[in-house]
Every structure is written in C-alpha cells, then in structure tokens.
C-alpha cells in the first residue's frame, strides 16, 4: 500500500479545467518528481495534495486515510507537510522562532501558554538550523536571509512538523547553481524517515534526487514511471521538444 | 535527538558551538528600552495623585480604566491580527450587567461585580467568536471586522430601545462599589485601585504574550494561512485570545460603570470601539505598552485641547491622529522601540536550556 494515494483528481476553476483525472502514487521513502509544462497543473495538484484546494472529483488517501475532505491543519497533524511555492516564512521573527513556530505546533495549549515545551525542543530547533546551515543566522530576523537562505528556512520548517510526507513547490526556485546543488545535498538525508512529492522546472536537480517521476501536461497524466522510463518516453520527450 | 536530525548529523563541536551561552546570550546582549520605558510609566503613575489636584486625580482614573480596555484591543490586534471593531460590545455589555447587578440585587461588592464584570465579557467575547471565528474553515479579517461592528451597532440599538436598561438615557446613579464595609469613591484610593488591576492584567498579558502561545498568535498575525499547515488550529487559537480580549474588556466595563457612577447605551456602541482602535494606532500596536502610551496621551490631550480650544479642539486631535498615522504608521512608541524589540523573541531562557540538556 503506498505512502500517499491520489486518483481520478480534478480541479474546476470556473471554465478552467486546472487537472482533468490525475492521480499520483508515492510509495514510502520514496523522492517523487511532478513535472509538466507551464500550466500543466502541477500547482494545482500539490494543492489538493496539501489540503489548499479540495478537488471538485477524486479521491486522496494518506497512509489508509481518506483526506480529500481534511482541513490543512488535520492533514499537518495526519503527518503531512508543504512548503510553498511563494516563499512564506514569517519575516519579522527569528529563524529561531520560525522554526520554534512549526515544532511547537504539536503541543497542547496550556504548555504552550506556559511555556513547557520550548527548553525541550530548543536542541531540535539548533539541530534543525545547523541541517540547513543557517545556525549562525538564528536571532537575525527571517527577513534579512537571501532568498536561497529562505528557501532552506522553509524546508527547515517543513520538516520540523516531522511528516511522514513532504511536499515541496519549487524548492529550488530563484536559486543560483550552488544553491541547488546545496539544496541537493539537503534534502537527501531525510529520505531516512520522509517521503517527498517535489514539483520543479530544473530537470537536473530532479533526475539527481528522485526516484520516480509523473509527467502531468494538460491536467492529466501523461506518463509515470522511474526516471529512466520517463527519459526514454517518446510523448515526454515530445512534449520538452515541442516547449523548446 | 530528534528524527529530523538523522542522517546529516552535525559534528560534535558545532553542536556544542550551538549550545554554549554565548550564542543564547546573542539577543540578551542588546540594550532593552521596553523595561525601562515600563518602570519609568509606573513610577510616574504612582506618584501622579500626590502631584494632581483632585479633580484630575478622578479624570486620570477614567483614563486607566481606559488603558485596560485599550489592552483588550492589543491583545486582538496588535497581537492576533483580529480586527474587533466592536471591541466596545463586552465593555459596554460588562458595564450594563454590574449596574443591573448593584441595581436589581444590591449587589456591589467588588469581590463580586469585578469578577461578574471578567466573565460576562468573556461569554460574551466566546459567543460572538462562536459566530464569527469558529466555522470550519477560518473566516476573513473584513468579515470579522463588519461582525463585530455590527454586534456593538446592535447591541447599541437594543439597549436604547429598552426600558429595562434605561433606554436612550441608560442606566443612573448606580451606588459606589464596595470593598468589605468600605464604600469606594471616585479620588485616589478608586484611582490606585485601578492602577493595581492595571498593572496585573498588563503583566499576565505580557506573560501570555511572551510564552510559546505568544509566539503561535505572531504566527497567526503574520500570515495565518502558512501555521494552519504546521496543525495549528488557527480558529480556536482566534477564538481563545478574543475571548481573553473579552474578559479584560469586561473588567475595564464594570470599572468605569462604578467609576462614572451611570452606565448609557454609548459605552456599547460604535464611538467607543473606534476611540479603542485610535488609542492602540495612535500608541503602537502589539507592545501592549504603546496602547498605554496612546490612551493616556489621547485623552490628556483632549483635556487640555477642549480646555484651551473650545470649539476647534477635535479638528485639532484628528490633525495630530492623522499625522502620526501616516508617518509612525507603527504609533509613536516605533520613536523609542527597534522591530526586533517589537516583534520579541520566544526561545527559552538559560535556564530552561540547562534544564533540558541531558
């Protein structure tokens, strides 16, 4: 049974048919790629993934659990977590407290009103920030990162939700190349204990870090399947042939 | 160690780098006005009625019942990003039910109609977010807003339409409040009184503001959608701090119900929940200090204006509003208070860090 199952997902806007029957499969531990053109719906499916969108048809279910219906803050605490496309981490706070913000998130009211749990999650917290390497930013205000810097923040965050699934939207958008090959080498290690449906535009970063990839053009799904497979389609090497 | 640490395990040193005081003491190090600033207030609020004359002594009481009601709008605002335009609905509502208390039920005591006031504003305050907040989905900041004018606006409606409370003309003459046998007055010992209940709700506020619940509302101000995806449950957070808001806008009712000794249907309605929204922005939001700062600076001014100005002291008050908004936009306690002092941080102290590592 895999991790995160999706099918038959459609998504109306109006006249607009943003997915038209996708479906997705992410086994455990397992780096799951979504590419497509512009347009392709790959946002739009993410969002249905993350519970920002609920489909108008179609079915999501996350470890044996129907979801479609479930609120974001239900599918967080169900282990499901999403970084934004748009970079969203909370510019006046420190990186410490940004990521204070996303561990504390589990703890009950009261110790959060009398503030139980931050002496036991502070080693959580610098454990996080040197992952990403950014400890030694951390009583600088999110703000002042560059936008890589804030990208790491953000995934940071994301994962100290502890989820058992990780959805990222273009981690690596805006990023000079060293960022990426960075962010490469950062996400690897989580693949211990996370699986990750990443959506991306730089094919090299995603051929180097996943292990499968689904192809979405026009709202449905075009081919799915390991890397090597999509590589040697034909209509997906149509599709990239026609854009350029 | 964590589960997110595996894998990528930082070499020993570097942890012990991250763990040593001195990077903690990193923000300690930085000079801190807010204190200071806090001390220096309540100083010259002790001593204030030995200086004043006496009648002043009675309007400054009635501008530190107003600075706890100016807290109550912070707290929503300045710190939840909820914007109660009818922050006057559990003031006023509060005020109405302690002068029904003391009038139908002789029942003055301050051990009574102090806590009756706090409570009826918090039921109040969670009704209303029932209404408002609490749907499945979180609501948005305009709809919130116009739902709880509306609530003030009605409230305002009722009561001068009912005989019961008095109608256009509200509720006189209710008798003093007491404490024990003794029979509390308008004059210093009303006024240090108020101080005292001021200081205590302005220092657990500050201590809810500062916890790790202090650092979910920062969350849910700045951008509610991105904690909702962490599992925070952005409505009953909403639901919680308005309802706190609630109480403490109740407890500054009763007060001024006792203070004024009549409670009228304008302490329900819209005036006085725009007056609360002028004192916070003219002050500063979210330090709850700056709410202190803008109510006693609005209303000392508007003591001297409408003494020395007669007929132009609004116009006046509005211009000096106006021209703070639109340059401090972040109130005038931004002329002495950095961002980061502002906004705080919420990492533990010392010793709790000590007390967590193995």
């Given at each position: 049974m895999p991790l995160l199952e999706a099918a038959g997902i459609s998504k109306v806007f109006g006249k607009l048919?943003?997915?038209?029957g996708a479906a997705l499969s992410v086994g455990e531990r397992e780096f799951h790629g979504l590419i497509g053109p512009n347009g392709s719906g790959k946002s739009t499916l993410m969002k249905c993934l993350a519970g920002a969108l609920v489909p108008t048809r179609g079915k999501v279910t996350f470890i044996n659990t129907d979801?479609?219906?479930?609120?974001p803050p239900e599918r967080a605490r169900a282990g499901m977590s999403l970084k934004f496309q748009i970079t969203a981490v909370l510019p006046t706070l420190t990186l410490y407290d940004n990521i204070l913000l996303a561990l504390q998130a589990r703890s009950s009211l009261l110790d959060l009103a009398f503030s139980r749990s931050r002496g036991r999650l502070h080693e959580e917290v610098m454990t996080l920030l040197l992952q990403f390497r950014l400890a030694d930013r951390a009583?600088?205000?999110?703000?002042?990162?560059s936008h890589g810097q804030q990208q790491w923040l953000e995934i940071a965050m994301a994962l100290a939700c502890r989820p058992r699934l990780l959805l990222l939207d273009?981690?690596?958008?805006?990023?000079s190349l060293e960022e990426r090959r960075v962010t490469g080498e950062l996400l690897q290690p989580i693949k211990q204990h996370c699986s990750l449906v990443i959506v991306e535009h730089d094919l090299d970063f995603i051929r180097d870090i996943c292990d499968r990839l689904t192809v979405l053009d026009q709202g449905k799904v075009l081919a799915s399947g390991t890397v090597a497979e999509i590589q040697a389609n034909r209509s997906v090497q149509e599709i990239y042939l026609r854009r350029a | 160690m964590s589960s997110t640490g595996t894998g990528t395990q930082p070499p020993p040193h570097v942890i012990e780098a991250a763990r040593s005081p001195v990077m903690a003491s990193a923000i300690a190090g930085r000079t801190k006005v807010l204190p200071i600033l806090e001390l220096a207030l309540l100083i010259a609020a002790s001593i204030a009625p030995l200086v004043l004359r006496d009648y002043i002594t009675v309007y400054a009481t009635r501008v530190l019942i107003l600075c706890l009601f100016a807290l109550s709008f912070d707290l929503v605002w300045g710190y939840a990003g909820i914007l109660s335009l009818g922050q006057s609905l559990f003031f006023g509502t509060a005020g109405y039910g302690v002068a029904l208390l003391s009038r139908d039920f002789g029942v003055a005591s301050i051990f009574a109609v102090l806590p009756a006031g706090t409570l009826i504003g918090f039921v109040a305050a969670l009704l209303l977010a029932g209404f408002?907040?609490?749907?499945?989905h979180p609501s948005s900041v305009v709809f919130v807003s116009l739902g709880t004018m509306t609530g003030a606006y009605a409230a305002d409606r009722l009561a001068r339409g009912s005989h019961y409370l008095g109608g256009q003309n509200g509720i006189p003459s209710i008798p003093p409040m007491t404490i024990g046998s003794h029979e509390l007055s308008e004059g210093p010992g009303f006024y240090y009184l108020v101080l005292a209940i001021l200081v205590l709700i302005y220092l657990l506020s500050r201590f809810l503001l500062r916890s790790q619940f202090g650092l979910a509302l920062a969350g849910l101000r700045e951008n509610e959608q991105r904690i909702a995806f962490f599992g925070y449950n952005v409505q009953h957070l909403k639901a919680i701090i308005f309802a706190i808001s609630g109480a403490i806008a109740g407890a500054s009712g009763s007060l001024y119900a006792f203070h004024e000794g009549f409670v009228w249907t304008n302490m329900l309605g819209v005036v006085m929940s725009t007056q609360v929204v002028l004192y916070v922005l003219f002050g500063g939001s979210g330090t709850l200090i700056g709410a202190v700062i803008g109510t006693a600076i609005v209303e000392g001014l508007s003591f001297w204006l409408s003494d020395n100005y007669r007929d132009i002291w609004p116009i006046i008050l509005g211009v000096l509003l106006l021209l703070v908004i639109l340059f401090r936009p972040l109130g005038l306690i931004s002329l002495v208070l950095g961002e980061r002092e502002r906004v705080g941080h919420f990492g533990p102290s010392l010793k709790e860090k000590r007390n967590a590592a193995p």
């Open positions: 048919t943003a997915l038209d979801v479609t219906s479930l609120t009583f600088d205000a999110a703000a002042t990162l273009e981690p690596t958008g805006g990023m | 408002l907040l609490l749907g499945r």
